[in-house]
């Protein structure tokens, strides 16, 4: 019998709800348990595909190709697990297939209502994927905020949930602020009206997640405790901190994962965390520590680029390094008082992450050609990829002006173009390649090196391809099509032959990648990274 959490957050928006599912999920994992989990968006988009990344931050993509909020990303990372399109759904995909039942005449005349059509239609959801899942606990994310309107059918569906299922089977809890004073004293008062709130809505919380900037004190901590109704020993200590990896360890240490499997009768096993304990240990204590370039055009908010992020923190693991990320606007080195050699002395790797328009493209291809000509370790993803490309086919292959359709649809050489089938739909969201593809690597390449086998399946989200017409061409200018698709006539990967390591893919490693296993592309890419800048501080 599937046992759930439902997760909720009062005060402010952003309080950290999915590093707490997230964190806690990983207990669990590390206590034998299986773990699924489902994060629930209350806007009105089908999707977060067509959202804007400054806005919402990255979209993450699962392997079975569905766009989803980046939380998912946190999740897969911290569990060490694949999701697909059932963990995440938004008010607009409920209500779109609410609306569809009527069309068909499921309701039989009824009229369709909030309740109960709308929450029936959001408890099926998360009851058919605890079911089909069959993991021993799934974790239930609400996004939003308590007391936001939006929010109101969700809770209501896990009002009634709570009413459904048995005690024993059923957690709540809350994740709110503390806030502090400029004077350094903690504040109680938004947390108790937030968890007010709650409970004028039908729920009690279980436990209760401080997020705070300074340490409760056990005086707070007992007030807290008595004003909103809880156990001392359920108000958990959510401070800050620079390092979210850690997070799960200090739970362990309050004894969270002790208060859930007790609450759900499950046997306390001995928690098995020994190497997320070393991950951390690298993180605060580097034997390396060394500077990547992110070139792109989002850098103002790091959020939509939190996989890649997290994925080179993976590679940095991998080498005993941390990656300190240096965030370049690929606009700014169009400047005319731009200074190269100063922007990215302190660099030892460059790295181009993926995107959609021409804003900001020019900028990427200097970045690339400056890694290319300077034999500096370069990454390119998606976006990336095709940057490195079109560098390529400019200044080495003597294609003059050569660029992608996408950019330029008059350019004489399109080394970049839509897929056959592509070609004249202009549709948003119903023309990229989404998800899990095939990937052949060629041996004797980098690519290979790195991966060590000969076949892959990685994630994509894009809808330009290299054009087939000029790879004889790039090829025989030293650009090796590393990686290609099963019949060939996609490329996957690109890398410059006679460079130390200059790699691009068309798909996105970085959403495979997880702290205990990082992805190959991006374990090389940090060894290589740590070689130049041996090599140039000795």
């Not at 899942?133 to 209501?156: C, K, N, Y």
């Not at 890398?495 to 991006?522: N, T």
């Amino acid at each position: 019998m599937t046992k759930y959490i439902f997760v909720t957050g009062g005060v402010i928006s952003g309080i950290g709800k999915g590093i707490t599912t997230a964190s806690i999920g990983r207990l669990l994992i590390d206590r034998g348990f299986s773990v699924m989990v489902v994060k629930i968006d209350p806007y009105i988009n089908s999707d977060a595909g067509t959202m804007d990344p400054f806005q919402h931050g990255e979209v993450f993509v699962t392997k079975d190709g569905a766009e989803t909020d980046l939380d998912l990303g946190n999740y897969e990372r911290f569990l060490g697990v694949d999701l697909d399109q059932r963990s995440n759904f938004t008010t607009g995909s409920v209500y779109s297939e609410v609306i569809a039942k009527e069309r068909r005449g499921d309701y039989l005349g009824e009229t369709v209502q909030l309740i109960p059509h709308i929450t029936e239609e959001i408890k099926n959801r998360i009851y058919n994927l605890g079911k089909d899942s069959g993991a021993d606990v799934l974790i239930v994310e609400i996004g939003g905020t308590i007391g936001d309107f939006e929010m109101l059918p969700f809770v209501e569906a896990i009002r009634q949930m709570s009413m459904e299922i048995k005690a024993e089977d059923q957690m709540f809890i809350h994740v709110s602020l503390i806030y502090t004073l400029p004077d350094g004293e903690n504040k109680s008062k938004p947390t108790q009206h937030s968890i007010r709130t709650l409970q004028e809505l039908g729920i009690r919380p279980d436990l209760l997640i401080c997020r705070t900037s300074r340490a409760l004190n056990p005086g707070l901590r007992k007030k807290i405790a008595l004003l909103c109704g809880l156990e001392v020993e359920s108000i958990i200590e959510g401070r800050d901190t620079k390092i979210v990896d850690e997070i799960p360890l200090r739970f362990e240490r309050q004894g969270v994962a002790t208060q859930v499997v007790k609450r759900f009768g499950l046997k306390d096993q001995s928690p098995n965390g020994s190497s997320w304990q070393e991950l951390v240990d690298v993180l605060k204590s580097p034997k390396y520590r060394l500077n990547v370039a992110i070139v792109g055009k989002y850098v103002k908010g790091s959020d939509t680029y939190l996989s890649i992020q997290e994925a080179l923190k993976h590679g940095g693991f991998a080498n005993q390094a941390v990656v300190n990320i240096k965030w370049v606007d690929s606009e700014s080195l169009l400047e005319d008082e731009v200074d190269l050699e100063e922007t990215f002395a302190d660099v030892d790797g460059i790295l181009v992450p993926g995107g959609f328009g021409i804003r900001g493209i020019e900028g990427m291809l200097v970045a690339v050609g400056y890694a290319r000509v300077n034999l500096i370790p370069y990454l390119g993803l998606c976006l990336g990829m095709q940057c490195l490309v079109i560098e390529f086919a400019r200044n080495v292959a003597n294609l003059d002006g050569a660029n992608s359709s996408e950019f330029n649809p008059d350019t004489k050489y399109p080394v970049i173009d839509l897929m056959e089938e592509q070609q004249g739909v202009d549709e948003k969201g119903g023309t990229m390649r989404l998800g899990h593809y095939e990937c052949i690597i060629k041996e004797n390449t980098k690519s290979h090196e790195a991966y060590g086998i000969n076949s892959v399946m990685e994630r994509h989200r894009h809808r330009y391809e290299l054009n087939n017409e000029y790879r004889a061409k790039l090829e025989s200018k030293g650009l090796c099509f590393s990686g290609v698709s099963p019949n060939y006539s996609l490329v996957e990967i690109a890398e410059i032959s006679d460079h130390p390591w200059m790699v691009g893919s068309q798909f996105h490693p970085e959403f495979q990648s997880k702290p205990l296993a990082p992805h190959p592309l991006f374990r090389d890419f940090v060894k290589h990274v740590l070689v130049h800048h041996t090599k140039e501080n000795g």
